[in-house]
């Protein structure tokens, strides 16, 4: 999401496919990244590593349960994730609308 909370780039993906190999392509490429936001369900060291190599950006990913030690979270960023998962839910409420396929 850019700064204002709207998705640079999204993939709908089918239920069964997991979260985390879809990320590394989905933010390839993007300039001027200072933070990748997102869930504990991209936490995984390829991803880390990936965003802090190819990106120069720091990862504010919360920490999956099932993984050993902590990692380090700016709370106030992990926070603004909330913005996405609301943007999601307006358009999964408005669905119906012409033009916009789910």
Request: proline content about 5%; glycine content about 10%.
């Amino acid at each position: 999401m850019d700064a204002p909370g709207l998705p640079v780039r999204f993939a709908i993906t089918p239920g069964h496919w997991a979260d985390s190999p879809q990320a590394r392509g989905l933010i390839r490429g993007l300039a001027g990244v200072g933070h990748v936001i997102a869930d504990a369900g991209y936490d995984t060291e390829a991803l880390r590593r990936f965003i802090a190599g190819d990106l120069r950006a720091t990862a504010q990913i919360k920490r999956n349960r099932s993984r050993a030690g902590s990692r380090p979270l700016d709370r106030t960023l992990s926070g603004e994730r909330h913005l996405v998962e609301c943007f999601f839910n307006r358009a999964l409420l408005h669905k119906s609308c012409e033009g916009f396929i789910l």
